[in-house]
């Protein structure tokens, strides 16, 4: 009997230690990786390719608040209740659909007021302010990043069929007048300068990277000798200093050429990002996003191995990570497919919790696993989408992703 009323007795207990604050069910259900918690969510173990990773199996909830204190908005896409696959952000992990949508790219909030670019379900550049979505002109575009100034105009950046372009307040300001040049990122400095990240294709046929300032006032990047790369994203140091995030092409005696995650930093002092490996190893490496905290550089991305001969069930493909200065930190992904464990698209700083968006693997199916949208706080793996969000039956329930990450 004694046995019986004390086992009771820690029951509620535990049950009270779960629904007492829903902030600490969040950071207790989060879990240690690799382990269980009281409150049932249960880590699953992974391999990937130098160690016994885990990932967190879903079952987590991921709907309440992330950092205390803290908003966290992130940009993407995923299935809604309907089972249609749209354009959406996530509030401190709840989901938001963004109307007549086929994903979002980046995401803002000045004062409350979200916005995010992104792409119209009729494959046109498009943003929304809150859930009121804006077409830009421009056939067959996409609109890759987005900000707003002090006075409240949007500018957005982008492509279309003909060409790299911005759009202020929704006017098309052409960059270049042929499609060999995307835009990819866009800031602004406290002066009212515009800066607007990617590449172009010169006449040598070589991708450059590249910035416009104020329009198709075009300044080259750094390269190595015979190689090119691109702009992924900018970020704005004290409101003047530019970093610019991306990847060159650098020559490599086992492969030729292979891509390697670089910063520039203004008008072109590059800085290579190690690779964490032997380029027998390792084919390359790519920085998608960019941070500024203080004096310190973040920049997010990923890394490519190779995949061996014989090995094919125990390496190659994409694992996420990023860089603080000149430092990688390996993130979690989800179980080793036949295309890695997953990427980091995007990264913010705040108060020193580093958050880091992208897509993880999800099914332990080497050959058929979906990649899922998912958020990393301080190298602690959540996903985004649970299956009880999408209707029963939907085969690909967890596909989705996040592009862009906003802390408040």
Not at 20 to 25: G, R
Not at 132 to 155: C, M, Q, W
Not at 224 to 236: F, K, L, R, Y
Request: glycine share 14%; hydrophobic share 30%.
């Amino acid at each position: 009997m004694f046995k019986h009323i004390l086992f009771l007795l820690i029951l509620s207990l535990v049950f009270w230690a779960c629904a007492e604050d829903e902030e600490s069910l969040t950071e207790d259900c989060a879990g240690v990786l690799g382990g269980n918690n009281i409150c049932g969510c249960t880590d699953s173990q992974s391999s990937s390719y130098d160690s016994t990773a885990t990932y967190d199996d879903g079952s987590c909830d991921s709907s309440h608040i992330l950092i205390p204190g803290r908003t966290i908005y992130i940009a993407g896409e995923s299935y809604n209740s309907e089972g249609n696959l749209t354009a959406c952000y996530w509030v401190n992990g709840v989901r938001v659909e963004l109307p007549g949508g086929a994903w979002a790219t980046d995401i803002v909030v000045v004062n409350g007021t979200v916005y995010t670019s992104g792409t119209g379900e009729s494959s046109d550049a498009c943003y929304w302010i809150n859930e009121t979505r804006y077409d830009l002109p421009g056939d067959g575009g996409e609109a890759e990043a987005i900000a707003v100034d002090s006075n409240g105009v949007v500018y957005v950046a982008g492509w279309y069929n003909d060409g790299s372009c911005y759009w202020k307040n929704g006017q098309r300001i052409d960059l270049t007048t042929n499609g060999d040049s995307q835009a990819f990122a866009i800031g602004l400095r406290y002066n009212g300068d515009v800066f607007v990240g990617g590449y172009y294709l010169n006449n040598s046929h070589y991708v450059i990277p590249c910035y416009w300032k104020n329009g198709n006032n075009r300044n080259n990047l750094s390269i190595p000798s015979g190689g090119d790369g691109e702009v992924n994203d900018v970020a704005i140091m004290d409101g003047n200093t530019r970093y610019y995030a991306g990847y060159t092409m650098t020559p490599d005696n086992f492969a030729g050429y292979v891509p390697k995650a670089c910063h520039w930093r203004n008008a072109g002092n590059r800085t290579d990002l190690p690779l964490g490996g032997s380029s027998w190893d390792i084919y390359g490496a790519t920085g998608t996003g960019i941070a500024i905290d203080g004096e310190d550089i973040y920049v997010a991305g990923y890394t490519d191995w190779y995949e061996f001969t014989g090995e094919e069930e125990t390496t190659g493909g994409s694992f996420p990570q990023y860089w603080k200065n000149s430092t990688i930190h390996d993130l979690p992904g989800g179980p080793l497919t036949n295309f890695g464990t997953g990427v980091a698209n995007d990264i913010r700083v705040a108060d020193g919790d580093v958050v880091v968006v992208g897509e993880a693997t999800r099914d332990t199916s080497y050959s058929g696993s979906q990649e899922s949208a998912c958020y990393w706080i301080n190298g602690e793996l959540h996903y985004l989408v649970e299956q009880n969000d999408v209707p029963a039956g939907l085969e690909d329930w967890d596909w989705s992703s996040a592009k862009g990450v906003f802390i408040e």
